[in-house]
């Protein structure tokens, strides 16, 4: 596709259950990132991959927060046992390359409503 | 930390120059300044982005001071769709990864 497309764009779980995200780069891009926005802040960085491998997960805030991209593409992020403070918007972004003068392409985002 | 810092909110008549400061007095010899901007409900979007030299594209103008510890984004000629939130960036490592501020929400009036 033209850019980078996140699924679903809205979920409401229950306390408690387990949640998958999806996110689909912008083909042929090396770098994908996924980061948090609360309410009203900034988009806080979560994880980061270079094709398939997850070289930086310095900012996921538990560990019921894991992510994968095993084919160097589309990548996965899931929550387990989702609690009310993980409401936020999730957003995906991918870079052609990995130099310090590229720029991201930011998907949408699914805003993550726990209940 | 975001590494800059920008006001929390600007307004700017339609039709007029919108520009935008941003201080980053800690920024490293080979860290770029990049500015993305938020559109309610969507992803941020990139605008532009500069390392020491004053830089143009077709959205924006990006003024680098010589010192490098601040900078100015300027839109030219502001439209009520300019209307979002920007954020001026440091990259601060080799992959990429984007440490976001609070921005600087602009509200652009008819």
């Known amino acids: 596709g033209a850019g980078v497309s996140q699924s679903p764009r809205y979920k409401v779980a229950k306390r408690g259950q387990d949640v998958a995200l999806r996110c689909d780069p912008i083909?042929?891009?090396?770098?994908l990132f996924w980061y948090q926005q609360a309410l009203g802040q900034g988009p806080e960085f979560l994880t980061y991959?270079?094709?398939?491998?997850?070289?930086?997960k310095s900012g996921l805030p538990s560990d019921r927060f894991f992510a994968e991209r095993p084919e160097g593409s589309v990548s996965t992020l899931k929550i387990q046992r989702t609690q009310q403070e993980d409401s936020a918007v999730y957003l995906c972004?991918?870079?052609?390359?990995?130099?310090?003068?590229?720029?991201?392409?930011f998907g949408q985002g699914t805003r993550l409503t726990v209940v | 930390d975001a590494k800059t810092t920008q006001p929390t909110s600007m307004d700017c008549a339609e039709g007029r120059a919108a520009n935008l400061p941003c201080n980053h007095s800690?920024?490293?010899?080979?860290?770029?300044v990049y500015w993305y901007r938020q559109i309610h409900s969507q992803g941020p979007q990139y605008i532009i982005h500069?390392?020491?030299n004053n830089e143009t594209n077709e959205m924006a103008s990006l003024i680098i001071t010589e010192d490098r510890k601040s900078s100015t984004l300027i839109l030219p000629h502001a439209t009520l769709r300019d209307t979002a939130v920007y954020y001026c960036i440091v990259r601060v490592d080799f992959v990429g990864k984007l440490i976001f501020g609070q921005g600087t929400t602009l509200q652009v009036k008819p």
């Open positions: 083909s042929g891009h090396v770098s």
């Open positions: 972004a991918s870079t052609l390359g990995t130099a310090m003068n590229t720029e991201a392409f």
């Open positions: 500069g390392l020491k």
């Open positions: 800690t920024i490293s010899g080979n860290e770029y």
């Open positions: 991959f270079q094709n398939e491998a997850q070289l930086d």
